[in-house]
């Protein structure tokens, strides 16, 4: 996988919308759906929009984390541009959720861990940078890539065993 950086190539501000994702993430395990959570920053830093996961509580399949994040923050900017924004979320997103950076325009996603079975921002292929697409998102990964993955393998634990 490109773009894993090391981990000082993260800033404060990387950090900060990571632990606000993680916080997220958090609450959607508690409230029993999958632990993901995403958070956007505008090009200032300004916080645009924040969720965690809500497909079980929902009922939605499109519930994802990302999505809530992205559409939260378009609302906040009167815009479905998101022009010069980051997503940062705790898991790579999958291809619905990497086809909805592409398509707001968003300027980068940081995302901590990488998902196999289901990742297209490096893992099972790449829609934020294809260059067949109209736009491309620059991307980075593994900020906080062990916290992320222990809330994950702790959620399905659970779930195994209960």
């Known amino acids: 996988m490109a773009n894993l950086p090391p981990d000082w190539a993260f800033d404060a501000r990387d950090r900060q919308a990571m632990a606000w994702a993680l916080e997220q993430a958090a609450a ?5 759906d999958v632990p993901v959570g995403a958070a956007v920053l505008g090009p200032d830093g300004t916080l645009l929009g924040l969720a965690g996961n809500r497909r079980e ?5 499109t519930a994802h984390a990302e999505l809530l994040a992205l559409r939260a923050a378009a609302t906040e900017l009167g815009s479905w541009r998101l022009d010069g924004c980051t997503l940062y979320v705790t898991l790579e997103p999958c291809a619905m959720c990497a086809a909805a ?7 980068c996603v940081v995302y901590a ?16 940078d294809d260059p067949r697409l109209n736009h491309r998102v620059s991307w980075r990964a593994g900020l906080e890539r ?15 065993q209960g």
């Open 101 to 107: 950076c592409v398509q707001a325009r968003l300027a």
């Open 146 to 160: 062990e916290r992320a993955s222990a809330l994950l393998s702790a959620f399905f634990r659970g779930r195994r």
């Open 28 to 32: 959607a395990g508690a409230a029993g």
């Open 57 to 61: 509580q929902s009922r939605d399949p």
């Open 113 to 128: 861990a990488p998902d196999p079975k289901a990742g297209f921002a490096g893992s099972l292929g790449n829609l934020l």
